[in-house]
């Protein structure tokens, strides 16, 4: 059975930051490209950040410089660190493996950005 368990949203203020995790099982880790995704309310579920089996990081130019994409091959995890976080950031966030034929997905974790 495969399972990507998201933690570490939460409530923060603009100018903060957060580490989410997500940690993964039933797959072989190692050899997938992982990535972020999130969904702010009444939008669709857009790609934030993505890290391949070698390493190689995307991210979307809204958090460039900002965001760091990391995966722990060891422990089948893989964090998302957000810095200077702004209110446009507050979404769902989900942790996606892409296998292909869809992949899978985690079930979200919230993240709100809130003075």
């Known amino acids: 059975q495969v399972q990507l368990v998201e933690s570490g949203g939460g409530l923060v203020q603009p100018g903060g930051s957060l580490r989410l995790s997500c940690a993964v099982s039933?797959?072989?880790?190692?050899?997938?490209?992982m990535d972020w995704y999130r969904q702010a309310p009444g939008k669709q579920r857009d790609l934030v950040a993505s890290?391949?089996?070698?390493?190689?990081?995307n991210y979307v130019d809204s958090v460039k410089g900002r965001f760091t994409i990391s995966r722990d091959n060891a422990n089948n995890t893989v964090y998302l660190q957000m810095n200077t976080l702004k209110p446009e950031d507050t979404a769902v966030y989900y942790c996606?493996?892409?296998?292909?034929?869809?992949?899978?997905w985690g079930q979200g974790t919230q993240v709100t950005v809130n003075s």
């Open positions: 890290i391949t089996r070698g390493g190689t990081t």
């Open positions: 996606h493996a892409a296998t292909g034929s869809g992949g899978y």
């Open positions: 039933g797959i072989f880790f190692r050899i997938y490209t």
